[in-house]
């Protein structure tokens, strides 16, 4: 999972929760990404279960599934606060 949390990786997942954006296309705009690196990145991220991302017609949603993450190095394990969690 760490290979997946790269700068530009946390960018992205910085962006989705203070922008909300609604769109892949908005993403881009938004980090000055090129898309192709964009959706890359969301996949790998939508492969750990980091972001979500929900088809909507012919668009793309990202939306991130997890607020923060907490990783103890020397047990190997990590713990979520999730995004729904910490609206609570």
């Known amino acids: 999972m760490l290979a997946a949390l790269s700068a530009e990786a946390l960018d992205l997942l910085g962006v ?10 908005q993403v881009v705009a938004l980090t000055g990404r090129a898309q192709p690196n964009v959706s890359r990145s969301l996949q790998q991220l939508a492969a750990h279960g980091l972001v979500r991302l ?12 997890v607020r923060s993450l907490t990783v103890d190095f020397a047990t190997g394990t990590y713990e979520a606060q999730t995004v729904a969690a910490s609206a609570a």
């Open 54 to 65: 929900v088809r909507d017609g012919r668009e793309v949603r990202p939306e991130p599934v």
């Open 16 to 25: 989705m929760l203070r922008e909300h954006p609604q769109t892949i296309g």
